[in-house]
C-alpha cells in the first residue's frame, strides 16, 4: 500500500521568509511521482509541482522546489519569498507509475503566512 | 491555461435522492478521476476511469455510485441513493496520460451537501 505522511498540521512563516512542508512516504513501487497541491479557504485544489521517482534533479516550479531524498523518502515543499496569498492546506500525494492514476493524499498542513 | 470544469459548485440534496455531478476534464485529457473530501479530513480516491470503463475503484465507491462519459466532453458521477455520509467535497481531475506518476488537473468542486 502506499502511504504519505505530513507530520505538521500547521505552519507559521513571516512574509517574504522561506518555508519548508515536509512529506515522507512508503511505497514498494520503484516508479512513482509525488505531487504537492495547494487548497485555499475557497476549496478548491491547485497542482504545484510533481516530482518522478527517478528524475535526477529536483523540481522547481518559480517560487516552489521540491526537496526529494530518495533514500529518506522524503519530499519536502520549499516555498521561497512566502507571501500572503500562500496562505493555505498543502497536500503531498504520491502516485504509482505501474497503476492507472490513484492518487494516495496526506492529511495537509495548514500554511498560514503573517506580515 | 486549459482547466478542469466542474458543476455545480454547491448542491444541497435530499437524502435518499439521486445527484449527479458533471465536470468538463481537459479536452486532450484521456484519464478521468472522481475523488472526494470530507469537511477537514484528507482527499480520497474513488475511482479512474479511461477508453469508456473503469479502471480501478476504491471501496468507497459501492453500488450506489457510477460515472459515465455521455459525450464527448463530460464527466458525470452519479451517487443514487445519498446518505448523509456522502456530504463532502467531490473533485474531478484528469490527467494526460495514465500512470500513477503522471500529474493530475483537479477542478474546483461541488461540495455536496446532504439533508
Known amino acids: 500500500a502506499q502511504k504519505i505522511t505530513q507530520t505538521q498540521p500547521g505552519m507559521f512563516v513571516q512574509e517574504k521568509e522561506a518555508v519548508t512542508l515536509d512529506c515522507t512516504y512508503d511505497?514498494?513501487?520503484?516508479?512513482?511521482?509525488l505531487f504537492w497541491y495547494k487548497q485555499p479557504s475557497s476549496g478548491e485544489m491547485i497542482f504545484l509541482i510533481y516530482?518522478?521517482?527517478?528524475?535526477?534533479q529536483n523540481a522547481t516550479e518559480g517560487r516552489y522546489s521540491l526537496n526529494f531524498q530518495k533514500a529518506r523518502k522524503s519530499a519536502n515543499l520549499v516555498i521561497s519569498a512566502s507571501q500572503l496569498g500562500d496562505s493555505a492546506m498543502y497536500f503531498c500525494a504520491i502516485g504509482r507509475g505501474s497503476t492507472l492514476g490513484r492518487l494516495y493524499f496526506g492529511r495537509g498542513t495548514q500554511l498560514t503566512v503573517w506580515p | 491555461e486549459p482547466e478542469v470544469t466542474q458543476t455545480p459548485s454547491h448542491q444541497v440534496t435530499q437524502m435518499g435522492q439521486e445527484v449527479i455531478l458533471r465536470c468538463v476534464p481537459i479536452?486532450?485529457?484521456?484519464?478521468f478521476y472522481w475523488y472526494r473530501q470530507i469537511l477537514g479530513q484528507k482527499v480520497e480516491f474513488l475511482v479512474s476511469?479511461?477508453?469508456?470503463?473503469?479502471?480501478?475503484k476504491s471501496e468507497i465507491f459501492d453500488d450506489q455510485f457510477s460515472v459515465e462519459r455521455p459525450d464527448g466532453s463530460n464527466f458525470t458521477l452519479k451517487i443514487r441513493s445519498t446518505k448523509l455520509e456522502d456530504s463532502a467535497m467531490y473533485f474531478c481531475?484528469?490527467?494526460?496520460?495514465?500512470?500513477?506518476?503522471?500529474?493530475?488537473?483537479f477542478g474546483d468542486g461541488t461540495r455536496l451537501s446532504i439533508l
Open positions: 516530482q518522478g521517482s527517478y528524475d535526477q
Open positions: 476511469f479511461y477508453n469508456n470503463e473503469i479502471s480501478e
Open positions: 479536452s486532450n485529457h484521456l484519464y
Open positions: 481531475a484528469s490527467s494526460e496520460e495514465g500512470g500513477g506518476d503522471q500529474p493530475q488537473h
Open positions: 511505497t514498494s513501487d520503484p516508479s512513482y511521482g
